[in-house]
């Protein structure tokens, strides 16, 4: 069982039978499944930061790169007024990204605490002001995605990516496969390396492993993510901004992965609905939101030890 | 209770209710929806707030020309966000069934909510971003605005400059669409004059340090300046200008919003800058005094440009609304009425272009005593050329 | 460029980075002494500049409003030291930061309910409101040049208190040995209170001198912000000297960098800092 604690397998059973079940309730066109798709999708991408940030340990404030960088490579690789294939795509997408973040990750693992987050932080910058400053990618006011690709494999199609409800599911998936992925490489030789490499860097070198790869290996795998993660984003709405990439985007991913219980995986989901929850219900409670935001923030760090899973797993774990 | 709480519970009720129904659009005798999308909170704030204030103000004025019909606001808070844009605008045009959308303030937003509300039965009226797209490339028979576009203020300008006697121009802005395309409108009329643009700096947006640039304009010395800056970078750039001994030695010419809503904070910073706008806060024309008195025993203080924008937005609702009888079922009918009126706004009467882009003045204003005065009317119902624009 | 116009910018830049020293010192102290990454420190900045704006149009004097807002900062710092940070010494670091990212969102919507989202100005103080000549065409602001000696006789006095005083030999300690200093019968808990509560003053104090210069708007912490991070890593975190020569080379490399190639200015410092920590992982001044 790759799911090792009981309040883990109780949380995901419900979150799941329940995300299955969201679109039949809701009218395809209704802002709802729009907006759950969203948190789906944004759930993906802070799983695939704690990975690196809780279980790796690499502290990154430049995550949203990938994310941002997901949609633009879409834009910039497929033909204006065509569909392309989905999958061939992401395909495509992902394995530019993973050598991006090969790239990226041999320069930025040279440094580590704190100097990481700023040299993630500097890089993700750097691609956003790119974008921002070039006209060519639409500068300041992004662009726009005009034709949803098709879904087909081997001729058969199961998705319509302009159903709504199609592209909820297709974001349940991501969450599902990303979750699964991630809880197996941690479970296998190589996870274990990894982990026991945050944990004691100094005995784990000593036992012959070559750390930096391992992490860099690592490194490429949750970036790769993020960008997949980046892709729905931008193809859910059509539509790319440099802003995707800002420092903030990361940060907010951050926030939402320490609140939900840090390193614990299912945490980032826990946190990305709380989160996102709690921002709909203060936004239409108030126009100061950022007050009630900032408050519950503080309270829960001051309250609740090891976050969200922290909290959960005291209440149900003897 | 003040009256944000009242609109924001019922706001919440009605997004409870609405999750659940499944009304369609709103028929006659239904209220009429008005989903904003404006800038609550962060660098861009102050023009929300401004555009919202305005809007209900016209609504307000106008209740007996509703024919009865009642008109609910949902405002939601943008944070001049593009990641979030289409999800709200989603939120406005499926969860909330809204039939006006009224917003944004910044271009990359706008850029997302229409991507989501074109070609839809919403109508969308912009009361500030001015990017050239939105009316051009962009433009659509549902989307509106009663703003500007980034060309008009700035085209006028070129002109002005040659009058004056200018040949040898510094242009500076931020590296953004609103900046480019204003230096590029002045470059437009200025240069088919026989101007020379000598110098054309696009700095990082929102980087405010003007300091070493003024530096540099003084090394160059140029007959006159043109910029394009807004709120806190104007500021910084007249501050940076005066400190350096500039102002009075070499003219200061600019977009309109380098001394909109910020005349105070320059200070004398300001005195003799020359901007072109489609309004002025002295125009003297009576719809303008009636607006700033009106607004001012409502709010407590007086309308800028911004809050104008949104009167506009309101009245253009207003005026439709009167003119099909209260019913406004037929999307179709709203949209060849909107089309084809004439808003009597504080900034003088407009009409909507092919493009429905203002076709509007600008007016030629100088700083005298912290005041925007108006020299002149810089072009007479200017109407941006919509490049791009196929309907 | 001619060699005048050179000094012109070469002036621009050191006034710049002075203040970025200033906006940086006490993020740097705070992250030396304690080990806390404070990304609330930019919306101290903005208090700071928000307070004198305030203070200035009801009194009128810059400089009591100045005074008055400076210990505003300090007791501020040492309430919220008190109330909030004291509670996660034993905690992740991370953990701290959400709680300053949580305090962002808490001081720009006190900032807007307070003061409204309207952009402010402060006018420059009378008695500094000259200018002196300066090249042929220009001249400059005697309050540029009073705000960059003030930066530097704050430089001084950090220098000095650090080095020489019996708080900056307990701060040093405080750096390397926690328990050591406990050993020397001093409350490591007040000593953490006084250096958070001077580090929040002194962004505040940093607001305060920028703001005649700049213009007081909503966001105005998190611009200066990510530019201090980039300061202090530089010199390397925790180091005084270091923030110091960080300021200075960033102040200096971004005023010519806008003026060469303005469209490549955004990046130029974060190149920059990725060189630095290429060759020097740690910063230029890592302990």
Wanted: charged share 15%.
């Amino acid at each position: 069982m790759i799911f090792e604690k009981r309040t883990e397998r109780i949380f995901l059973a419900i979150f799941f039978v329940v995300a299955l079940c969201i679109p039949l309730f809701l009218e395809d066109n209704s802002f709802f499944v729009g907006k759950a798709t969203t948190v789906l999708i944004l759930a993906v991408f802070v799983m695939s930061l704690d990975f690196l940030v809780g279980r790796v340990g690499l502290v990154t404030l430049g995550h949203a790169l990938f994310y941002g960088l997901g949609g633009y490579l879409f834009v910039i690789l497929t033909p204006e007024y065509e569909a392309v294939n989905f999958w061939t795509y992401a395909i495509y997408i992902m394995a530019i990204s993973a050598l991006i973040a090969l790239i990226v990750g041999v320069v930025v693992l040279r440094t580590s605490g704190i100097y990481f987050i700023m040299i993630t932080l500097a890089i993700s910058q750097m691609a956003y002001y790119f974008f921002f400053d070039s006209l060519e990618f639409g500068g300041n006011d992004g662009l726009f995605i005009f034709m949803k690709p098709e879904t087909s494999i081997f001729g058969l199609s199961f998705l319509n990516l302009d159903n709504p409800s199609h592209f909820y599911y297709l974001a349940l998936l991501a969450v599902l496969v990303t979750l699964l992925a991630i809880k197996i490489i941690l479970r296998s030789r190589f996870g274990r390396i990894v982990e026991a490499s945050r944990l004691n860097p100094e005995r784990t070198e000593a036992l012959g492993y070559n750390i930096f790869a391992f992490r860099l290996i690592s490194y490429v795998i949750g970036s790769t993510l993020a960008a997949y993660a980046g892709l729905l984003f931008a193809l859910q709405y059509g539509y790319v901004n440099p802003q995707f990439m800002t420092w903030e985007m990361s940060g907010t991913a951050l926030v939402m992965s320490i609140l939900g219980g840090l390193g614990t995986i299912y945490g980032a989901i826990l946190g990305t609905l709380t989160y996102e929850g709690l921002q709909y219900v203060f936004e239409h409670m108030s126009e100061d939101w950022m007050l009630l935001m900032g408050g519950a923030i503080i309270l829960m760090v001051l309250l609740l030890r090891k976050g969200l899973a922290g909290y959960l797993e005291k209440l149900l774990e003897k | 209770m003040n009256p944000i709480k009242t609109l924001a519970s019922t706001a919440l009720a009605t997004t409870l209710a609405a999750g659940l129904s499944t009304s369609a659009l709103a028929a006659a005798g239904d209220p009429v929806k008005i989903g904003v999308m404006l800038p609550f909170s962060g660098i861009y704030a102050q023009l929300g707030e401004a555009g919202r204030d305005g809007l209900r103000l016209a609504l307000k004025q106008r209740v007996d020309q509703l024919h009865g019909a009642e008109i609910e606001f949902v405002e939601l808070d943008t944070e001049a966000k593009p990641s979030r844009a289409p999800e709200l605008a989603s939120s406005l045009l499926n969860q909330h069934k809204a039939d006006f959308v009224i917003g944004p303030v910044h271009s990359g937003v706008a850029m997302g909510m229409i991507k989501m509300l074109r070609g839809k039965d919403t109508i969308m009226i912009i009361p500030n971003a001015g990017s050239a797209a939105a009316t051009g490339p962009l433009c659509s028979p549902n989307v509106f605005r009663t703003s500007f576009s980034s060309w008009q203020p700035s085209y006028p300008m070129g002109k002005v400059a040659l009058d004056k006697g200018y040949k040898k121009v510094y242009a500076i802005s931020w590296n953004y669409g609103m900046g480019r395309e204003s230096l590029d409108a002045f470059a437009e009329s200025f240069e088919a004059g026989g101007g020379e643009i000598v110098e054309k700096v696009l700095l990082p947006f929102p980087s405010t340090n003007f300091q070493s640039h003024v530096s540099d304009i003084a090394d160059e010395q140029p007959d006159a300046v043109f910029t394009f800056f807004a709120g806190g970078g104007a500021i910084k750039f007249a501050k940076d200008y005066d400190a350096m001994g500039l102002r009075g030695k070499i003219p200061l010419l600019g977009s309109g919003f380098l001394t909109e809503g910020t005349l105070e904070a320059q200070g004398p910073a300001a005195e003799g800058i020359m901007t072109g706008l489609h309004y002025a806060e002295q125009l003297d024309i009576p719809e303008n005094h009636e607006f700033r008195e009106a607004f001012n025993t409502e709010y407590g203080h007086y309308p800028d440009i911004y809050a104008v924008q949104g009167y506009d937005a309101g009245q253009a609702i207003a005026d439709t609304i009167d003119q099909l009888e209260g019913d406004i079922s037929d999307k179709q009918a709203v949209i060849s009425t909107m089309e084809k009126l004439t808003i009597d706004s504080p900034r003088g009467a407009f009409t909507f272009s092919r493009a429905h882009n203002p076709i509007q003045n600008i007016y030629l204003r100088e700083v005298k005593d912290g005041v925007n005065v108006v020299q002149t009317v810089a072009a007479q119902a200017l109407e941006d050329p919509a490049r791009g624009c196929k309907i | 460029m001619s060699t005048e116009l050179f000094f012109v910018q070469l002036i621009n830049g050191i006034q710049y980075g002075l203040l970025l020293f200033l906006i940086a010192s006490g993020l740097t102290l705070v992250f030396g002494v304690m080990g806390i990454l404070n990304l609330a420190h930019g919306s101290m900045y903005m208090v700071g500049a928000y307070l004198v704006w305030y203070f200035v149009a009801v009194t009128g004097s810059f400089t009591a409003s100045a005074l008055l807002s400076a210990a505003i900062a300090l007791g501020l710092g040492i309430l919220i030291e008190r109330l909030l940070i004291q509670r996660l010494y034993n905690r992740n670091h991370l953990d701290q930061v959400l709680l300053t990212i949580g305090m962002i969102f808490v001081f720009n919507s006190l900032q807007s309910i307070l003061w409204g989202n309207d952009p402010y100005g402060v006018a420059v103080p009378e008695a500094l409101s000259g200018s002196v000549p300066f090249t042929d065409n220009s001249s400059y602001p005697v309050y540029r040049i009073f705000a960059a000696l003030i930066c530097i006789a704050i430089a001084v006095a950090l220098y000095f208190v650090v080095s020489k005083t019996r708080l900056g030999m307990l701060i040093r300690a405080g750096e390397s040995n926690r328990e050591m200093v406990e050993a020397l019968g001093v409350n490591i808990k007040s000593l953490y209170t006084i250096v958070f509560a001077i580090g929040v003053m002194l962004a505040a104090v940093s607001g305060i001198i920028a703001a005649p210069m700049r213009s007081i708007v909503p966001g105005m912490g998190e611009s200066v912000l990510i530019t201090c991070f980039v300061v202090v890593v530089i010199g390397g975190m925790g180091s005084i000297k270091g923030a110091f020569v960080g300021a200075l080379m960033v102040g200096i490399i971004s005023t010519f960098a806008t003026v060469l190639m303005p469209t490549l200015s955004n990046m130029i410092i974060y190149i920059f800092m990725i060189l630095v920590l290429l060759v020097k992982p740690q910063g230029l001044f890592a302990k």
